[in-house]
């Protein structure tokens, strides 16, 4: 594994740096001006309208995507390759008689007889901006874990509904211990008997995160950082606080309204400090998701980005093994977010139904 990573690395970074060298052919001073890693990394961490594959500038390699936009002339789609630079350098397309623009991957529709976007610092103020319902990379690695998680789990049951209870091969010899861990050391621990009811759920959420840390490590398409996207992270938390409320108990509300053993001159306090921790706690999910999947992403482009900054290859003997060992170490972190959102998720709603003792 780490001798597949590290040729990956070394591949990436001669690609890399053969279109830095083929497209920048300035003093050196033009160079170190162009190259930002700050802007280098956040381009790879941040949602856009395609996927980024390999290289750079007009010569790079990406996947197009669809293009949704809704305006006052109706539907409008088209596929994000479509897009050419116009002559301030912005991304300009043309349809149904509007001109669209994409500056910092947000598309806005320039205003009649306008040709290209102005700016009055970072703000655009010749356009609007359409009600975009573009699939974006995140939304494109989203339908991809959903085909793979369909996949797998419909071959997994169609193996136990062809050959019952027998011991499992292939791919269902490794499915089978990970549903039984969420099963057993996950569900049963902290929601108790009626776990059965949210397995569904939670072996969703485990197999949904597990998949999308694992696609974010693959450098050609690691760019779309599912699980460091803040939109997902809180749609997957907003999942369990909805399941929490909804199938909460008398006595969860009691303990939040009339904490046991306390002092009725406590409530004051205590009651509202309750009160926040509904919400605090799947706030603090969806941070724990987002900020260390991003986290370990945002290192490996830093690593890489010394040596452009450097602007030597020596520094490869350096930034490489670093970013080779910070991407073994997210194969782990991939696992443990996974298994730690899970984990408090059931024990969320774990303490939401469980009966008074």
């Known amino acids: 594994m780490a001798v597949l990573l590290g040729m990956i690395f070394l591949f990436n970074i001669s690609l890399k740096a053969q279109d830095h060298v083929d497209n920048h052919t300035a003093t050196e001073e033009t160079i170190k001006s162009e190259f930002d890693p700050v802007a280098f990394a956040f381009d790879h961490v941040l949602d856009a309208h395609e996927v980024h ?5 007009a010569s790079s390699i990406t996947l197009p995507l669809p293009v949704i936009l ?22 300009k397309v043309e ?4 001109n669209f623009v994409k500056y910092h991957e947000k598309i806005y529709q320039l205003n009649p ?3 290209h976007i102005r ?23 989203m339908f991809l874990v959903a085909f793979l998680l369909f996949f797998v789990f419909f071959k997994v049951a169609r193996f136990y509904k062809k050959n019952g209870a027998v011991a499992p091969k292939g791919i269902v010899s490794w499915m089978e211990p990970l549903v039984l861990f969420v099963r057993d050391d996950i569900a049963e621990p902290n929601i108790g008997a009626k776990k059965d009811r ?7 959420v485990f197999f949904f995160i597990l998949i999308g840390n694992l696609l974010g490590l693959i450098p050609w398409i690691g760019s779309p950082n ?23 108990k008398k006595p969860f509300w009691k303990h939040i309204f009339m904490p046991p053993g ?3 001159a406590l409530y004051p306090i205590l009651v509202p400090i309750e009160i926040a921790g509904i919400f605090i706690k799947p706030a603090a999910l969806l941070i724990r998701l987002f900020a260390n999947m991003t986290a370990g992403h945002i290192i490996v482009i830093s690593l890489i980005s010394i040596i452009f900054v450097k602007e030597s290859l020596a520094w490869s003997g350096l930034s490489v093994p670093m970013a080779l060992f910070i991407s073994t170490l997210e194969l782990l972190v991939a696992f443990l977010q996974a298994y730690i959102f899970t984990m408090l998720s059931a024990l969320f709603i774990g303490t939401a139904v469980e009966e008074a003792h």
């Open 53 to 57: 594959i390999a290289g750079e500038g």
């Open 70 to 91: 809704w305006t006052e002339k109706g539907l409008v789609t088209f596929l994000s390759s479509s897009f050419h630079h116009d002559n301030e350098g912005h991304h």
């Open 95 to 98: 349809k149904k008689g509007l």
């Open 113 to 115: 007889g306008e040709s």
């Open 119 to 141: 700016l009055e610092g970072k703000d655009v103020v010749n356009a609007i901006q359409p009600l975009d319902f573009s699939i974006t990379k995140a939304v494109f690695t």
């Open 198 to 204: 949210f397995m569904p759920y939670l072996l969703t």
């Open 226 to 248: 599912l699980t460091g996207n803040i939109s997902v992270t809180v749609t997957l938390a907003m999942f369990t606080l909805v399941i929490q409320l909804i199938f909460s």
């Open 262 to 264: 306390v002092p009725l």
